[in-house]
């Protein structure tokens, strides 16, 4: 199991991810969060994904980017569907648990 907390700053909802996967192939992720937008996406998808087509693909496309284009309010700088795929990531070996971050100066 892999757990990430996202913290996308201003909005205030903290969102906390837990990835889970047997195979590295499908990976079950739950997500806690305030945030409506999000909890809407979850619940419209679901909570398994096949790992190549929720990590591997190109920035902004994959089903998690694809529902927020549609669904979401105007907000291209959420973190939290980068947080959400980067728990997956690492979950499934298809990348190494390194912290990110987005810092004022």
Do not use: W, Y
């Amino acid at each position: 199991m892999t757990t990430v907390q996202v913290d996308p700053g201003v909005c205030g909802f903290t969102t906390n991810v837990e990835a889970v996967s047997e195979d590295q192939e499908e990976v079950k992720i739950t997500v806690k969060t305030g945030c409506e937008s999000v909890r809407k996406m979850m619940e419209e998808l679901g909570d398994t994904f096949d790992a190549f087509e929720l990590c591997l693909t190109r920035p902004g496309q994959g089903p998690l980017f694809e529902f927020a284009g549609e669904h979401f309010p105007i907000h291209a700088a959420c973190p939290v569907i980068a947080g959400i795929i980067k728990c997956a990531e690492v979950e499934c070996k298809l990348a190494l648990p390194k912290d990110a971050q987005i810092k004022f100066i």
